[in-house]
């Protein structure tokens, strides 16, 4: 394919770190633009994320109701979460999250897509996967706190979470690209001509 995204660095003059949290942390780099101009740049150093669409026999998705304190709602989403280990496998962090957070494991596991969520002011890549064939995990549940102790689950048809995207109901970044995305494939050259799960992540370059 000739249009696609492409991998490119402008060189840095100068860089800082000046705050680190939890998680993530802001960095300040001065950046040479084309014309020999240094602008400064602040963005959000992310560690990357895992997101799951797991689609039932019935053609339902599981979302989980969830508070989201900086934008002040409860969001419904996709199961979700950081690739905390560095060069962790993405889909064994995916199994993790859907077993966490819904209680439930997939036979079938396939990429339905990968995005940077907010490319302008931080780093954070995200790969969406499609897992299907799901049925209750076994062992003892895991124990959750904090917001996800308030979590609600449910199984939504597809395409009740597609209209709702498209009437502006549903906000959340992972849920949007992952319904849409998979309409998408389901109206054109269906599942099979998904990437396997194990493919590739230039993003996050991870061991098999």
Not at 60 to 70: E, F, K
Not at 119 to 146: K, T, W, Y
């Amino acid at each position: 394919m000739g249009f696609q995204d492409t991998p490119e660095e402008w060189p840095v003059t100068a860089t800082e770190t000046p705050f680190r949290g939890n998680k993530t942390s802001v960095r300040t780099d001065d950046v040479a633009m084309p014309d020999g101009t240094v602008v400064r740049r602040d963005y959000q150093v992310h560690p990357g994320s895992v997101a799951v669409l797991a689609l039932d026999d019935e053609g339902r998705v599981l979302v989980l109701r969830q508070y989201r304190h900086p934008v002040r709602h409860k969001l419904w989403e996709i199961p979700a979460g950081l690739l905390d280990i560095p060069g962790e496998n993405p889909l064994h962090a995916a199994q993790r999250e859907l077993y966490e957070e819904a209680y439930v494991k997939a036979e079938d596991w396939r990429v339905l897509t990968d995005v940077y969520t907010t490319p302008g002011g931080c780093d954070e890549a995200v790969r969406i996967f499609l897992a299907r064939n799901i049925s209750e995990a076994d062992g003892e549940r895991f124990e959750v706190s904090e917001e996800e102790a308030d979590m609600e689950l449910a199984r939504v048809p597809l395409q009740d979470l597609v209209r709702g995207v498209l009437a502006g109901d549903l906000h959340n970044n992972c849920l949007v690209v992952g319904v849409l995305s998979l309409a998408a494939v389901l109206a054109g050259d269906g599942v099979e001509s998904l990437r396997p799960a194990e493919a590739p992540w230039p993003a996050r370059p991870f061991e098999a």
